[in-house]
């Protein structure tokens, strides 16, 4: 049966209160070992995990020193392997590292967009990021190769809702994104495998994309969705949730429309 544990955390240089209050963001790279931010967004650390020991082992703080991320960062998003961090950063650059055994590298910038970045997530096979934007667009970049395969606003006729989640499924065949009324579907084809182009690339001495993808919509419709993701392939999980009213936010005597003593 699950249950919590309080571990013990111990670290080189740093004392436990610091250590606790200066984490921002967190994501697990593997079983018992953790990858953290710290409160300037410009500072990460590793962490041991060691449940035989009870006992987590903080490491000592090091710059994220990368060009590239020049302000703070918002959000985290660690690939299922643990060797990729996709860092969403405060002027809207999205980044991705390459993670080691003790050390963080640069590994690719995804083409700027003029739009906020809302989410980020890895494929749970390939090395592509789904991402989406504030005003609908949706991407999906190949880091290996550098090249966007997909590049695609999701039009609303009525109320321009930005897209705020999405996720792959188990297979990575295909994709959820929604805001909050509907449920988009982004589909992934193999490519038919032709003579190779001659370019070189990071993927590789002559990298070829071998998958493209195209978007349907909606696939379902809800009112105020907080949360959707893949039961498994074929099956979806998405929860609602019934907003406050104006009255429910108002003072009781407003609410009640009694304006005085």
Known sequence: MPCLKKLK???VDTQEQD?????WKMGFLKEDKVFMLLSNGLLAQFAEISNEKKKVVIGTPFELDI???????????INPDGDHVCLICSSNSVVILSVSESNVSFLATVPKYNSRCTFVKFHPVHPY????????????????TMKILLDYNVKKIAVLQPLHGGSWSPSGNSAIVYDIENVYMVVMQELEKGPKKKRKGPGGAFAEEI??????????SYKNIAYANYMDDTELLAIEVTPNSMLEKLPPKFAQRRFGM
Request: hydrophobic residues 40%; positive net charge.
């Open 129 to 144: 990021i789904l991402i989406g934007y504030a005003d609908r667009q949706v991407r999906v970049f190949n880091f290996k």
């Open 9 to 11: 955390i111990e670290s």
């Open 211 to 220: 998958h493209s993808f195209t978007v349907r919509y909606p696939t379902c």
């Open 67 to 77: 060009p590239e991320i020049t302000t703070g960062i918002d959000k985290l998003s």
């Open 19 to 23: 250590v606790i209050s200066g984490v």
